[in-house]
């Protein structure tokens, strides 16, 4: 087994500990996809905000196969469909990038995955992928949480070598339950309180409860680095780190809110046996079988 370079849910006192990986693998930024600009500012706060890199025809198309999706009786019976707690809307449909052939190719697409191979710095798969959809009214919260967390303990994932792409399909205005981070957060990991139950993800993708920081932690992370929130219009493109503490509020207007969301991890960094003492989470939550690198290509879809 492998050193456990980020242990969590081993004690019963919450620890801070410092990252150990780089947040931005490559160094030679002329080189990069976008600006390097844009790319230090990743490196900064641990996550960017990219305004209109799909066109509205590209959404609306995007949108219309999310629609479809939402109203097929063998999505919401796969397995694969994750239900709101309280009312049974769905809202995440996993593994996309297996099973629909347009969602799999926005994983290739070059616009979002040539970046994210630059900022791991090397080949990458897609370790998880999602359909995320946020109903208005009655659209939960989503509790403050590193995402590593859960990936190390629960997955397997050795390294701090990950990141995640969101597509945005709707405008996610302030108001409509949009992602909030922590900036900066990602350079600080939590060690949290608390045994992982068998199963454990079954609730946690509804509800998360165990592998979520105590208050103390989340009130000086929010102290030191703030609070911001990833507003942008419709075909906007939202990246963030691993491992920085992010959550959402619930959604009480009208406006619904959905996107399509990718995570990219380093085909090097593929995930072993889980750092905890429960059989690791299914295939279609985590990608266990193939981590052969993507196939990184422009995309038309038009």
């Given at each position: ?11 019963s006192?919450p620890r801070?500990?410092?990252r150990l ?10 080189n990069a996809p976008?600006a390097?600009?844009l790319?230090?500012?990743f490196?900064?706060?641990g996550?960017?905000?990219l305004?209109?890199v799909?066109?509205a025809?590209e959404?609306a198309?995007l949108?219309?196969e999310l629609?479809?999706?939402l109203s097929?009786?063998a999505?919401t019976?796969?397995g ?9 809307a769905?809202r ?8 629909n052939p347009?969602f799999?190719?926005?994983?290739r697409?070059?616009r979002i995955a040539?970046?994210a191979r630059?900022i ?6 897609v370790h ?9 009214f009655d659209?939960?919260e989503?509790?403050w ?17 990950a990141l995640s792409?969101?597509v945005?399909l ?10 909030l ?6 350079r ?6 608390g ?5 454990h993800?079954a609730?946690?993708?509804?509800r998360q ?7 103390a932690?989340l009130?000086?992370?929010a102290?030191?680095?703030?609070i ?10 939202v990246?963030?780190d691993?491992?920085?503490m992010?959550g959402?509020n619930?959604?009480?207007?009208p406006?619904?809110?959905s996107n399509?969301f990718?995570?990219?991890n380093?085909?090097?960094?593929a995930v ?11 295939a ?5 079988r193939d981590f ?10 038009l």
């Open positions: 087994m492998q050193t456990d370079l980020y242990p969590s849910r081993q004690a006192e801070w500990q410092e990986d780089p947040v931005v693998h490559r160094t030679d930024l002329e976008i390097a600009e790319i230090e500012r490196e900064r706060d996550y960017l905000v305004p209109n799909f066109s025809e959404v198309l949108r219309r629609q479809r999706m097929d009786p999505v019976a796969s694969k469909a994750i239900q709101e707690p309280d009312s049974g769905v995440s449909v996993f593994e996309i990038h297996r099973d347009l799999a190719r926005v994983a697409d070059q040539g970046i630059f791991l710095g090397g080949d990458i798969y998880q992928s999602r359909l995320n959809f946020k109903p208005g659209g939960k989503f509790y949480h590193s995402d590593f967390e859960t990936w190390h303990v629960e997955d397997g994932m050795p390294r701090m070598q792409c969101s945005l709707t405008d996610n205005h302030s108001y409509n339950g949009p992602l981070l922590m900036p900066g957060s990602h600080h990991y939590i060690h949290c309180v045994a992982t139950p068998e199963n993800y609730q946690s993708l509804r409860e165990v592998g979520v920081p105590d208050q932690s009130s000086e992370l102290a030191r680095h703030g911001a929130t990833a507003t942008a219009p419709a075909g906007s493109v990246l963030f691993c491992n920085i992010h959402s619930g959604n009480i207007t406006d619904a809110r399509l990718y995570v990219y380093r085909v090097s960094n072993q046996a889980p750092f905890c003492e429960q059989a690791p989470r299914p279609f939550v985590a990608e266990r052969r690198a993507l196939d990184i290509q422009p995309q038309q879809y």
